[in-house]
């Protein structure tokens, strides 16, 4: 059967006036979204502790009493591949924050979000808030909340000036690798590397010599493990506990974030948390936040547990958390991680619609979702449609002017790992 359409001009529609271009709408989705582009996955394993090596002071890079600071000090010792936007060797510049995140930046940060509002809720609620705060925009959270430095109780020991070994010591009762250390002839910042026979090697040498008590502490830290071009960035909490300063002493949180180099390869460069021995003293919960925040606080890929580390889901909004508490903590060896696409989604299947279409009207034209896609592509080889370029669902309204002409419609599923086979639909125009 012949269709037949109306005359725009019978129909009184306003007269178009305007040139309609074929790429209607400026393609917004060519910037990568953490949502999107990482999938996430989890394993049991080993949390191994590890520390600089050689002699470096300071280690440990915040003070003795550290709360709600930050350091911008630390350049990445590899190209990394955080959301579609390479941060150079040497000049790429990791955010670090006390409370248990950091952020990505080519240059400087300006740090934000280090207080209420940022990292955490209010003076009176430490929930961990990063993903959806006030704080730096790129960014990766291990276990964010209202994190703090503790002091343990001492233990006796001789040091010797010039030398990084201490010996005698009287209790390994608060020793791990990794824990800071402070006393006479101890230079600020040194923390331990290795400890066992009576000895505890640390990561300076001595500047005096003395037999006074030391006393342990939390540290925060970064250090390079590995051999090109498969190294891991470290990023590492030790002995670290909740702030409610000085009625809690005793929690024992260490994790860490890890920055994997992957080959050099961008899509094999993943980011991890592993987690060490987290134990807490009180039965109060802290709300944690665990993922990853794209270029808004919008886009987010982080998880969401009230009751099991070990069977968290994907976040639906922002403020989700995961809970922790003295009866719901993660296993030592838990590792989350968090791998770019590997590849581009499946081939497009058949793309549906009207045709033919008359002049002067808007139709829709659809095809079922392709797993992999984050973006549709869109095109037209006829003249005089006005329709949407990229679109983040597979449909898409094309409005056909009243001289538009004959032609294809094309989309292309894609990915920020490539684009796969498109799906095509001619399109043919009734004449008025």
């Not at 999938?39 to 002699?55: H, L, M, R």
């Amino acid at each position: 059967m012949t269709k037949f359409c109306l005359s725009p001009s019978i129909l009184l529609l306003p007269k178009v006036s305007l040139i309609i271009l074929s790429i209607f709408l400026i393609n917004t989705y060519t910037s990568a979204q953490v949502a999107t582009y990482y999938n996430f996955s989890q394993s049991s394993g080993t949390y191994t502790p590890g520390a600089p090596t050689g002699v470096s002071t300071p280690a440990s890079i915040f003070s003795t009493t550290w709360d709600d600071v930050a350091y911008t000090g630390y350049t990445l010792p590899f190209n990394f591949n955080f959301n579609g936007t390479v941060y150079p060797a040497g000049t790429g510049v990791i955010g670090l924050d006390t409370d248990g995140w950091f952020c990505f930046s080519n240059g400087v940060p300006v740090m934000s979000g280090q207080l209420g509002g940022g990292s955490w809720v209010t003076a009176s609620d430490h929930t961990g808030m990063y993903l959806y705060g006030n704080a730096n925009n790129n960014g990766f959270a291990g276990f964010n909340a209202d994190l703090n430095a503790q002091s343990l109780p001492t233990f006796t020991g001789t040091r010797t000036s010039g030398s990084n070994t201490i010996t005698g010591v009287s209790s390994f009762a608060n020793i791990q690798i990794g824990t800071r250390l402070s006393g006479t002839g101890i230079p600020n910042g040194t923390i331990v590397t290795a400890f066992g026979g009576g000895t505890i090697t640390m990561s300076a040498n001595a500047t005096g010599t003395s037999n006074t008590a030391v006393t342990p502490m939390s540290s925060i830290f970064a250090f390079t493990r590995g051999t090109a071009p498969n190294r891991q960035f470290v990023v590492q909490w030790t002995q670290a506990k909740r702030y409610n300063s000085p009625s809690i002493t005793g929690d024992n949180f260490n994790f860490q974030m890890i920055l994997n180099e992957g080959g050099g390869v961008a899509n094999l460069q993943t980011l991890q948390v592993v987690f060490g021995t987290m134990t807490a003293v009180v039965t109060d919960v802290l709300e944690t936040q665990v993922g990853l925040r794209g270029a808004t606080s919008a886009d987010f890929n982080a998880r969401s547990s009230t009751g099991n580390w070990a069977a968290t889901t994907a976040a639906s909004v922002n403020s989700d958390h995961v809970r922790f508490s003295n009866s719901i903590t993660p296993a030592s060896g838990l590792t989350f991680t968090w791998s770019p696409c590997t590849g581009p989604p499946a081939a497009a299947g058949a793309l549906s619609g009207p045709s033919p279409v008359c002049p002067g009207t808007s139709q829709v034209y659809s095809l079922a979702a392709v797993s992999g896609a984050t973006q549709y592509t869109w095109s037209y080889s006829g003249t005089n449609t006005a329709f949407t370029a990229v679109t983040a669902t597979p449909s898409n309204s094309f409005y056909f002017a009243p001289n538009a002409t004959a032609g294809t419609i094309t989309v292309t599923p894609s990915n920020f790992c490539g684009s796969s086979a498109s799906a095509t639909r001619p399109v043919a125009v009734t004449a008025v």
